[in-house]
T-cell receptor, first 118, second 113 residues
Framework: AQKITQTQPGMFVQEKEAVTLDCTYD???????LFWYKQPSSGEMIFLIY??????QNATEGRYSLNFQKARKSANLVISASQLGDSAMYFC???????????????FGTGTRLTIIP | DAGVIQSPRHEVTEMGQEVTLRCKPI?????LFWYRQTMMRGLELLIY????????DSGMPEDRFSAKMPNASFSTLKIQPSEPRDSAVYFC???????????FGQGTRLTVV
């Protein structure tokens, strides 16, 4: 089974609208972390937002927020007031802490290509 | 902070040649990762070091790939001999410790012809 599932290969959104990028995950660990990264056409991986499994509040970073629904195992990224510069690939990733202290590797989803339309 | 620095940014080489990719992690970060990104397989972890020691190399595709971290500020990923199917973007990333955020370098785009 896929550990991280992003079901939207591509999305088109009008500028200034809000957009939600879906991410579901699969883990049996109690302790884990969820990440979103942005990859613009230039290729770099830019960290956007992080949610720990024990965090009770949804993470927010400026226009980015993470809609964390633990029981449903979803960690959707919400971008408010989208801008042309938001056009990029977006990756959801998970770190499973498990019993292997120090296991920090990330497992990535397949990504969603977001295009903002002026 | 200069971030994770990778070199070269682009590499084109002929099949059979040795390729060495280099990475300088963020100063003070204990963990270093090598990831590979391809259209077919997406982003996958190749190897992970903690305090210069390889912790998980289960993602290294085969013996042609090797990685070293001789000190806390430098790591290499070597492919010998290279093959066309090794063409990909190789990312180095680092993190300051357990449970911390992972930051990526700008990647090396490798093309093997």
């Amino acid at each position: 089974a896929q550990k991280i599932t992003q079901t939207q290969p591509g999305m088109f959104v009008q500028e200034k609208e809000a957009v939600t990028l879906d991410c579901t995950y699969d883990t049996s660990d109690q302790s884990y972390g969820l990440f979103w990264y942005k990859q613009p056409s230039s290729g770099e991986m830019i960290f956007l937002i992080y949610q720990g499994s024990y965090d009770e509040q949804n993470a927010t970073e400026g226009r980015y927020s993470l809609n964390f629904q633990k029981a449903r195992k979803s960690a959707n990224l919400v971008i408010s007031a989208s801008q042309l510069g938001d056009s990029a690939m977006y990756f959801c990733a998970m770190r499973e802490d498990g019993s292997n202290f120090g296991n920090e590797k990330l497992t990535f989803g397949t990504g969603t290509r977001l295009t903002i339309i002026p | 902070d200069a971030g994770v620095i990778q070199s070269p940014r682009h590499e084109v080489t002929e099949m059979g040649q040795e390729v060495t990719l280099r990475c300088k992690p963020i100063s003070g970060h204990n963990s270093l990762f090598w990831y590979r990104q391809t259209m077919m397989r997406g982003l996958e972890l190749l190897i992970y070091f903690n305090n210069n020691v390889p912790i998980d190399d289960s993602g290294m595709p085969e013996d042609r790939f090797s990685a070293k971290m001789p000190n806390a500020s430098f790591s290499t990923l070597k492919i010998q001999p290279s093959e066309p199917r090794d063409s990909a973007v190789y990312f180095c990333a680092s993190a300051p410790g357990w449970g911390a955020l992972t930051f990526f370098g700008q990647g090396t785009r490798l093309t093997v012809v």
